[in-house]
């Protein structure tokens, strides 16, 4: 063998190898998706898509599945996460790269990274000794009766989890947008501001909707952390001072009877499917948003 | 004394090849330092009004630095320093007081490579005349015609004004960002290597825009291209390591320059 054809094969060798990661990779997902389903039929055979997803009746002992409290739960936690963190983590990417001096960006930069690599028990436990009791002295001003474990407690704990991804992505955004756009703006007789307002951030739309997607996502799935502080009632929130049960913290508080009963095995896993679909289903439509973004 | 010296204030000598009243940008004792590096070396130099201005020089001698300190793109770079100062006629660059956002809008600004807005390419040249003032929607649309008929880009583009900038050529794209700059109504345009990145045809599209510009513009304009700087140039400044060697009309620069580092720039010494 010479050495052209010990060096083809190789190539060849690589290329199939190559080939084969990426096709696993795409898998993943759709294993995943078929694995949750195909364990969630059981629960299908006695009830209907409609009843599991709109019945706010949860009672497992006697077969009434509804997931209703758990997804209007997980939907209010997420969205109140977000509609906090997202306007601070694009103000503080704004400023951190446009505004603050080289040396202040990169103390930030290094604050953020280590917030990144907190576990999130840890914010939970936080959230439990500061947060929830903060919670509940708001709710009494407001003359509301609440221990402070609740929805709200649960979005503010979440909405500081997620700041150092969101902020991240921001922040690499902001910083690649090309510095001429800015000087070309200044140069036409813009501020400083109108510039960010009307070049920048048009320019960063496409990465500020993936970065707020990624938050999204990840805020939607977190488990731990909003556990230990959001109530764990089942029952549809009222109020941000009630209590909620979003769909992670169902399935972590119950993965102790799988393998007991078949059908509250299936649920779960049929809670897991939501939470898989809702993500598939956001990012999908993300994608779609950012590429219409990126027109410019 | 050389005929093309002239004594500034505080004995330092200004270079300026032509009749004192006609200048527009005066560079006085400026020096500038980004960290420990010195880039800019006591530049003392004037431009004439509506002539047309190359900076010449080798790679990394401070052509860019100095085109950029003249609208104070150098506000970008918190770790620079500058002492000594630019007018623009009366007006100092550098200085607390300084209007520095209608003092801008006195220059448009053409990069090295075409940067058009994140719009479509009605909105690259409506967004500078909407910074300018308040104008009717027809209004609009006439100016808008008007500055891309300027720059020979009407007819390309006059099917598809809704649609984004970044979609025509890099030669077309540069055009618009002429345009853009021209609809503020500028009094200069700085120009910093506005061929390089153009293919030959584009390229001497927007040298012939410079030619007949130069005429009511005040034009200063980096390049690297020799042949280029002869062809359209009135006067060259010519830099070398940070500071300005010289300046004198085109014609005598190229044809009789006097100092050493010019020579050598010249015979191709630094490339
Ligand atoms: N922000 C900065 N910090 C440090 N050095 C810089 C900075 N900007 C430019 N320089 C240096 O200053 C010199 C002049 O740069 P520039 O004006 O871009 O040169 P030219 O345009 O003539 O090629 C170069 O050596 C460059 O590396
Ligand atoms: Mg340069």
């Known amino acids: 063998m010479n050495i052209s054809s010990h060096r083809r094969t190789r190539d060849r060798v690589v290329t199939v190898l190559t080939y084969a990661a990426m096709v696993f990779v ?48 997980s939907v209010y936690v997420t969205l109140l996460a977000m509609l906090i963190s997202c306007p601070i983590c694009l103000l503080s990417a704004i400023h951190i790269t446009q505004y603050a001096p080289t040396r202040v960006a990169k103390v930030v930069t290094t604050a953020i990274d280590i917030l990144a690599g907190i576990p999130s028990v840890v914010y939970g436990v936080w959230g439990m000794v500061g947060v929830v009791p903060f919670v509940g002295k708001i709710a009494g001003w407001c003359g509301i009766q ?4 609740s929805i709200l407690a649960g979005g503010i704990v979440l909405s500081i989890m997620v700041v150092p991804f969101i902020l991240n992505i921001l922040m690499e955004i902001y910083r690649t947008i090309p510095r001429e756009l800015t000087e070309v703006s200044l140069s036409l007789g813009a501020t400083r501001w109108e510039t960010i307002r009307d070049v920048l951030n048009r320019k960063a739309l496409p990465g500020i ?17 909003v556990l230990m502080v959001v109530g764990n009632v089942v029952k549809i929130p009222e109020g941000l001072f009630d209590p909620g049960y979003p769909l992670p913290a169902l399935i972590a508080n119950s993965f102790g009877e799988l393998g007991s009963i078949p059908e509250i095995e299936s649920a779960l896993m049929f809670a897991a499917l939501i939470l898989l679909v809702v993500v598939l289903i956001f990012n999908a439509t993300l994608r779609w948003l950012i590429i219409k973004a990126e027109r410019y | 004394m050389e005929s093309n010296m002239n004594q500034g204030k505080e004995g330092r000598n200004i270079e300026r090849p032509f009749a004192e009243g006609e200048s527009i940008i005066r560079v006085d004792g400026l020096n500038l330092h980004a960290g420990k590096t010195h880039i800019l070396k006591n530049i003392n130099v004037e431009i ?16 860019t630095t100095l085109l950029k300190c003249m609208n104070r793109l150098t506000d970008l770079t918190p770790d620079i320093k500058v002492s000594g100062n630019i007018y623009i006629g009366e007006q100092p660059v550098f200085g607390s007081k300084t209007d520095i956002v209608a003092l801008r809008r006195k220059m448009g600004l053409l990069s090295q490579r075409p940067f058009p807005l994140p719009m479509n390419i009605y909105n690259n040249i409506a967004y500078g005349l909407k910074l300018r003032g308040k104008y009717t929607r027809a209004e609009l649309n006439e100016l808008v015609e008007y500055y891309l008929r300027q720059v020979n880009l009407w007819d390309e583009v006059k099917d598809r004004l809704r649609s984004p900038a970044v979609r025509l050529s890099i030669g077309q794209q540069q055009r618009l960002c002429l345009a853009r700059g021209l609809a503020v109504n500028p009094d200069i345009i700085l120009a910093d290597e506005p061929t390089s990145a153009l293919d030959p045809v584009s390229s001497e599209a927007i040298e012939k825009q410079f030619a007949a ?40 620069f190229f044809d009789d320059p006097r100092e050493e580092q010019t020579k050598k720039y010249l015979a191709g010494a630094f490339n």
């Open chain 1, 146 to 149: 609440s221990n402070g474990y």
């Open chain 1, 26 to 73: 795409l898998l993943l997902p759709f294993a995943l998706f078929v694995g949750l389903a195909v364990k969630s039929d059981l629960l299908f055979r006695e009830h209907s898509l409609g009843d599991l997803l709109f019945s706010s009746v949860w009672r497992p002992s006697s077969g009434e599945f509804g997931f209703k409290p758990f997804i209007v739960g």
């Open chain 2, 48 to 63: 004439p009004k509506n002539k047309l201005t190359v900076i010449l020089g080798p790679s990394g001698c401070g052509k």
């Open chain 1, 209 to 225: 909707l993936a970065a707020f997607g990624f938050g999204f996502a990840r805020a939607f799935g977190e488990t731990m952390a």
């Open chain 2, 213 to 252: 510009l130069s005429k009511d513009y005040t034009l200063v304009m980096v390049t690297h291209v020799l042949r280029q700087a002869r062809r359209i140039a009135d006067y060259v400044i010519f830099m070398y390591l940070g500071e300005v060697i010289e300046m004198r009309p085109a014609q005598e």
